[in-house]
């Protein structure tokens, strides 16, 4: 099961991770966010150990949400030594979050 990010574990799980970090950012009664959640299975399953691949709750945790000005759902972060480097809004295949994840293996 793929990760889970809190606004309280956010720092230490996303910000200061040594591998990069992808965070889809949903909700329960986001259709699309649901359409996303076996494509994110699959990538936490396929990356293990190479990324990490988790998901957040933005009606739990609203914090992350407004400090990255998310303001729709699903949105897809991507991070990389504390940094964001990558964003996704909306629903896409996974060969394309794959591309973005590869991205920053380099």
């Not at 739990?60 to 940094?83: C, D, H, M, Q, W």
Request: aromatic fraction near 6%; hydrophobic fraction near 40%; include cysteine.
């Amino acid at each position: 099961m793929a990760k889970q990010f809190t606004d309280s574990n956010f720092d230490a799980e996303v910000l200061k991770s040594d591998k990069p970090v992808l965070v889809d950012l949903w909700a329960e009664w986001c259709g699309p966010c649901r359409m996303l959640t076996p494509i994110i299975e699959e990538l936490h399953t396929e990356y293990d150990g190479k990324a990490v691949i988790g998901k957040l709750n933005v009606d739990e945790n609203p914090e992350v949400s407004a400090k990255y000005g998310v303001r729709s759902i699903p949105t897809l972060l991507i991070f990389k030594n504390g940094e964001l480097v990558d964003k996704q809004v909306g629903v896409v295949p996974k060969s394309a979050l794959a591309k973005k994840l590869d991205a920053q293996m380099a």
